[in-house]
């Protein structure tokens, strides 16, 4: 009876010192960020004069991950487990660029893949993006390139760079204090570049009306 008294205690004893050894700090918490469109989108009714379309947005393959990918150097890039994004980022930055667009734009309908065969499109808007996130300086980049291309053919009306950044970002205070990812920035990001795509399909020239059918064109008299 002793001796089994004795074996409780020590298991007894056990037990504490091992909970004693376990640490009791809080496992960090997962942080979810989604882009946002910082234009206002127009009064519904408009009747709009022509369609846009939106091709879904080309990412390299390192930025195509849940996480949030920031910059360490040059050739170095960082990813925190506890810091995502809460739908696919190829999908969130061309929702974000459509809505803006759609702001910018409120005479025009913006469409987004995939769209019905049947809708006809005054010029689609491809963006690929190979630098997006924050820097090791601190600063939030956006390189690539944008295209408005014609509704079927691939020769393209424009085709220009895209080099936009923001910042440095300020440096947190205090040791608990939450890195800012630079998610924001990037919002303010992609809404100068919706800026510049809406300038430059303002730009295009004036449509051609397709001849119909049994229609034959018409020609100009010579003076």
Not at 119 to 125: E, G, I, L, P, S
């Amino acid at each position: 009876m002793r001796t089994r008294f004795c074996a409780t205690l020590g298991l007894a004893a056990l037990v504490l010192a091992t909970a004693g050894c376990v640490s009791l700090k809080r496992t960090p918490e997962a942080r979810f960020f989604v882009l946002e469109s910082l234009v206002q989108l127009p009064a519904a009714g408009q009747e709009p004069v022509a369609v846009v379309g939106m091709e879904t947005v080309l990412l390299p393959g390192h930025l195509a991950r849940p996480q949030l990918v920031t910059w360490a150097g040059p050739n170095e890039l960082r990813t925190d487990e506890f810091m995502r994004w809460a739908e696919p980022l190829d999908e969130g930055i061309t929702r974000t660029l459509a809505e803006n667009l759609a702001g910018l734009l409120p005479d025009h309908q913006l469409v987004a893949r995939p769209w019905s065969g049947r809708v006809r499109t005054r010029c689609r808007v491809k963006v690929a993006l190979k630098v997006f996130g924050l820097q090791q300086d601190g600063r939030v980049r956006m390189e690539g390139r944008y295209q408005l291309l014609p509704d079927k053919d691939a020769l393209a009306y424009v085709l220009r760079p895209i080099s936009l950044s923001e910042g440095p970002l300020p440096v947190p205070a205090g040791d608990d204090a939450p890195l800012d990812p630079g998610v924001e920035a990037m919002s303010r990001l992609l809404e100068s570049l919706s800026r510049q795509i809406a300038e430059a399909i303002r730009a295009l020239p004036p449509e051609e009306k397709p001849v119909e059918p049994g229609e034959e064109p018409v020609a100009l008299e010579e003076d």
